[in-house]
């Protein structure tokens, strides 16, 4: 028994030190050292002024490189390890999305019934405890009425991205439920609050209970954690400002998710193993719900149309954006906010993927340098994305 344990001991170690030594298998076939992708990262870094970036890549639906580079805090030189609390912006939204589809396997609600169907008042009627439950302003609104959960994971709601960004600063319903995809906070936190109502239980209860814990995942949560203080990032801006860090949201799926590298990538590797969901959920969030041909997700490129990216046919299925390859699907989330720039994307037929969690907005800048090197992913719609390089300026 000494020698069996013995064994599996020394094999973790052996797991361990091959995560960073070994050959990295690239989409295309080629292959590449870790010692060379560490490299390349490194200069990438400093060539975009990048002060905080975690990595991992998957192959074989698991990681295979996980590694993070420069500074939690730039300021006291505080070094950015595995375990550093990290806010992960968007990527919330993929969490979210497996959620959902974890509460429709169980048969709790389905993804075309409108969700007002669900409840026994007006969504309108119900007075909000935080700002994101105020639903008064949908009374103008009767068309939202039919808005989906199907609708809201692939953001076709007709509800703007945040209420603030908006002239008025109000909730209103923008276009015709399920004809145009147009990216909105508000509706994965429209159909989030109706899931609360409807089961009883807070966003964070139920995150805990279907996702975070069945997947080990002890860093993550929707809402900021005592335990979190001891080590986390601070975001840098556009400049490179410190910004201050949030602590006091309300949790929402859209984006208050805080993580860590390690937790975010086990998370990633159960998608791409199908853990948490059945076949069938798994097919439904990665097929095509609506065919998108803005030329950018947001500014005035968002109502501009075209074929700006038909070679890759891009589209979105529910709570992630798709595009076609070579390799079958690409399945990509990104997650700005804060300072925070974050990107992912796993091709789950070739069981590859990439996720880059950084502190810094400047990382746009090397996204797509970042996974050509690293997974030899050249379908990333980066232009859409409005990655546009370092040196492309």
């Known amino acids: 028994m000494k020698h069996f344990l013995l064994i599996i001991f020394f094999a973790g170690i052996f797991s361990v030190k091959a995560q960073n030594s070994s050959s990295i298998k690239r989409l295309d076939g080629s292959t590449i050292s870790a010692d060379s992708l560490t490299k390349s990262i490194e200069n990438l870094m400093r060539k975009a002024d990048v002060k905080g970036l975690a990595i991992s890549v998957f192959n074989s639906k698991k990681p295979i490189y996980t590694k993070t580079f420069g500074f939690s805090d730039a300021e006291t030189q505080k070094k950015l390890e595995l375990q550093t609390n990290l806010y992960a912006a968007s990527l919330s939204k993929a969490v ?17 019934k409108p969700l007002q169907d669900y409840l026994p008042k007006p969504i309108y009627e119900y007075e909000p405890k935080v700002w994101h439950e105020d639903f008064k302003e949908l009374k103008d609104y009767p068309e939202y009425k039919k808005i989906t959960a199907r609708m809201c994971l692939d953001h076709t709601s007709g509800l703007p991205n945040w209420r603030w960004f908006e002239s008025d600063e109000k909730l209103k319903v923008k276009f015709e439920p399920g004809t145009r995809y147009s990216y909105s906070g508000e509706g994965l936190t429209y159909l989030q609050v109706v899931l609360e109502k409807l089961t009883g239980k807070p966003l964070e209860e139920l995150a805990q209970e279907k996702i975070f814990k069945p997947l080990a995942m002890t860093a993550s949560s929707y809402k900021w954690q005592e335990k979190f203080e001891k080590d986390y990032a601070y975001g840098y801006d556009e400049e490179g400002k410190k910004q201050e860090k949030d602590k006091d949201n309300a949790p929402r799926g859209a984006g208050t998710l805080e993580t860590t590298i390690e937790d975010y990538s086990k998370f990633l590797s159960a998608v791409l193993n199908k853990k948490i969901l059945s076949t069938k ?81 400047s990382t746009g800048k090397i996204i797509k340098y970042l996974l050509e090197t690293g997974i030899k992913d050249t379908y990333t719609p980066w232009e859409w994305d409005q990655y546009i390089p370092y040196d492309m300026k």
């Open 96 to 112: 979210f999305a497996v959620l959902v589809m974890k509460i429709v396997d169980e048969g709790v609600i389905t993804l075309d």
């Open 281 to 361: 959920s798994y097919k439904e969030l990665f097929s095509p719900q609506i065919r998108i041909r803005s030329k950018n997700q947001f500014g005035p490129g968002a109502l501009e149309d075209g074929n700006w990216n038909d070679k890759t046919e891009l589209s979105y299925g529910l709570g992630w954006g798709l595009v076609k390859s070579p390799y079958g699907i690409g399945a990509f989330k990104e997650g700005q906010g804060s300072g925070f720039q974050n990107y992912s994307i796993v091709f789950p037929d070739k069981g590859i993927g990439m996720l880059i969690m950084s502190n810094s907005y």
